[in-house]
């Protein structure tokens, strides 16, 4: 086969070393692409059960350099014969499968390996962890591929009426660079000691034992018997001692290989699941915990949707920046073989909906809902013919991830600042504004997606 020799760019990188690993395995060798951190290719042949001719081995190597450019490894093509540990990349949990390669007869398998600096952990979907006896707490992660859609004040409404159900509610702040969650719920001097950077930066060096990092909510009223409980990002720190929290923030995302919690999304996990036993030890065991995520394509989004939330709520406004950021995420997953492990617990959610004479919100929410449809299909599967056994929902699946949960835009909530407004949470307008959202994120959160 022949490559196009003209500069190549990223974008154009990938499907040339993708038609180069086909070429290899064609060969009946195992092969496994990979990426270097700078996005150049090699390829890994698994020479080891059949030896590869020199002059094939030499024919993929020169059409890689010239069809690659700078995008080709130093050293581009390798042998599995050659490497002391060759398993340690063929088999690493890191490998993927290349999607839309089917080996056929005579042909070895194909697989990719990313090498990345951030981000990685878009790639990696797991179902948190059951404590033990079986026990685990739901996790819901709100999450917006953009900032300013509403995530903290919705975050702030959903975890009170939950506690108000009777439930105890842990609301855990993981927008670290830009708290939200924290600031809104409990005033400033009833904050916890220490907040979730302290316990990242702590348990780094082994030093988090008996960090104070919850408290409960003091700027809402709970009926009932429920609780709601919150970790901020950032705690009250220690009488007359400097706070310094960006120099914290600064150390975070450092993977620490001395220690047995090493990179930074079991650091995350670990510090969510310190939060949980904080008000265990208080209280009792959280029947729910709300993630208030990062937004944007960050390592912390990329987390809380990916390994610690059972459901994601992904909140936007129906705007071109909303879809290309959703957009880009979904074909991201899908092109690491992680679109049918995250599709069903993400649910859409359509914030600020406006309802005028100009625009009625049924107008507003089906077109939305149309756009929703047509970005998260590439999460769902093509289905051929009559074929019905795959995951495909129409446009007009209510219960479909694209399927829009309202929240109506209210001017009075422009601007409001919560520790003053007393009781605003109450008032008839927020009511209306967030009924449908209460009902329908409730009954996914307590009975599952």
Avoid at 341 to 349: N, Q
Avoid at 354 to 366: A, F, G, H, Q, V
Wanted: overall charge negative; glycine content about 8%; proline content about 6%.
């Amino acid at each position: 086969m022949t490559y196009p020799t003209d500069s190549v760019r990223f974008d154009q990188a990938r499907p040339i070393a993708e038609a180069a690993a086909r070429d290899a395995a064609a060969s009946g060798a195992d092969v496994l692409l990979v990426r270097d951190i700078l996005g150049r290719f090699s390829l890994l042949v698994d020479d080891r059960v059949n030896a590869i001719d020199t002059g094939e081995a030499e024919g993929w190597r020169e059409r890689l350099t010239t069809a690659l450019g700078r995008y080709a490894a130093a050293r581009p093509v390798l042998f599995a014969s050659d490497l002391f540990q060759p398993d340690s990349l063929f088999a690493s949990p890191r490998v993927r499968p290349l999607i839309g390669y089917s080996p056929g007869p005579g042909q070895g398998r194909v697989q990719l390996l990313e090498n990345t600096v951030v981000g990685e952990d878009w790639a990696k979907v797991s179902t948190p962890v059951a404590e033990s006896g079986g026990v685990r707490t739901a996790r819901t992660a709100v999450y917006g591929v953009k900032g300013g859609v509403g995530r903290s004040t919705a975050t702030f409404i959903l975890a009170k009426h939950l506690a108000d159900l009777g439930h105890c509610v842990l609301v855990a702040d993981l927008d670290l660079e830009s708290p939200g969650s924290g600031p809104l719920l409990v005033a400033e001097d009833q904050l916890p000691q220490y907040g979730i950077v302290d316990q990242l930066v702590e348990s780094a060096l082994g030093n988090d034992e008996g960090l104070d990092l919850v408290a409960q909510a003091t700027h809402v009223q709970v009926n009932g018997n429920g609780e709601l409980w919150v970790a901020p990002a950032r705690g009250r720190g220690v009488p007359g001692t400097e706070y310094a929290y960006v120099e914290k923030l600064n150390r975070v995302y450092a993977d620490v290989p001395s220690h047995d919690v090493s990179d930074f999304a079991d650091r995350l996990e670990a510090a969510v699941s310190a939060c949980e036993e904080a008000v265990a030890r208080a209280s009792r065991r959280p029947d729910v915990v709300i993630i208030d995520s990062r937004a944007g394509i960050h390592d912390i989004a990329a987390v809380a949707l990916s390994r610690l939330c059972d459901l994601a709520l992904l909140f936007g406004s129906d705007n071109r920046q909303t879809w290309e950021g959703y957009s880009d995420l979904f074909t991201a997953w899908r092109s690491s073989g992680q679109a049918p492990a995250i599709r069903e617990k993400l649910r859409m959610v359509a914030s600020m909906v406006p309802d005028s004479t100009d625009r009625p919100k049924e107008e507003y929410l089906e077109t939305f809902r149309d756009h929703a449809w047509a970005c998260f299909s590439v999460l769902y599967d093509d289905l051929a013919g009559d074929d019905s056994t795959g995951f495909n929902p129409s446009p007009e699946d209510e219960s479909a991830p694209h399927a829009p949960i309202p929240i109506l835009f209210t001017l009075e909530l422009v601007g409001l600042d919560a520790s003053t407004a007393t009781g605003w949470n109450t008032r008839s307008f927020v009511r209306t504004a967030y009924d449908s959202f209460l009902e329908t994120t409730t009954r996914l959160m307590i009975e599952g997606p």
